[in-house]
């Protein structure tokens, strides 16, 4: 009987080869696809910000500049722990408060983009998830800060609610709805709600961007 060869794979290597190989390829189709979803959740939020800001009143430039910063608004998360950002379960209180950070880990990280849109998309990553009865993370009311901040905060609670997280899955758009409007005077000021459901039901553009971004496929009245 020959000796086996330091060099020869034995069945049992060979399978464990495999098994390593499929599991790094699954690990990396899994962030590959969480990649994707984030990019086209990003695209969303933008154009949305974008149609909002017209909606409002906001100049072609202007909006452009706000759906522009908006696309960045989460920029922070990708210095946050994984394990954090994907984590099934409620988050603990200690996992809150560094998850919490992503808004100033944004803005630390756009820090050095020259001009107004350097300030404008720092303000941005810090403040999107200000309320407007000051209740946010750094307890600032909305009406403190830009207006372009709560712009941008209703089109992302809107587009996060409509899509799946490892905590929760997509909701229906009839849902997202009625939890925007039970928000009116809370977390969005009322004139912000009423503007964006009106946008999202009657705006063609707002509801082609819309549609694209509703993985559930489903329509609104
Ligand atoms: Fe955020």
Redesign the pocket.
């Known amino acids: 009987m020959t000796r086996r060869s330091s060099h020869t794979i034995s069945t049992k290597q060979r399978s464990g080869y495999f098994h390593l190989k499929k599991q790094s390829k699954n690990k990396r189709d899994k962030e590959r696809n969480g990649d994707v979803q984030n990019f086209n959740e990003n695209l969303a939020v933008s154009q949305l910000a974008e149609v909002f800001a017209i909606s409002l009143g906001k100049s072609k430039e202007c909006a452009k500049q706000i759906g522009l910063a908006a696309s960045l ?2 920029v922070g ?1 990708k210095l946050i722990d994984p394990a954090i950002i994907n984590k099934p379960d409620k988050l603990t209180p200690e996992e809150f408060e560094i998850m919490k950070t ?2 100033n880990l944004g803005a630390w990280l756009m820090y050095d983009i020259p001009g107004d849109f350097g300030k404008m998309v720092s303000m941005v990553c810090k403040y ?2 200000e309320w407007h009865n000051g209740e946010g993370y750094w307890k600032i009311p909305t009406s403190q800060l830009p207006d372009y901040i709560p712009i941008i905060s209703i089109v ?1 609670v809107f587009v996060a609610c409509l899509s799946s997280r490892s905590y929760k899955d997509a909701w229906p758009p009839e849902r997202v709805l009625e939890y925007l409007e039970a928000r009116s005077d809370t977390q969005f000021s009322s004139h912000i709600v009423d503007s964006f459901i009106h946008l999202i039901r009657n705006n063609k553009e707002a509801r082609a961007i819309f549609s694209e971004a509703n993985t559930k496929g489903d329509d609104v009245m």
């Open positions: 608004h989460d998360k992503h808004t999107h998830h992302d």
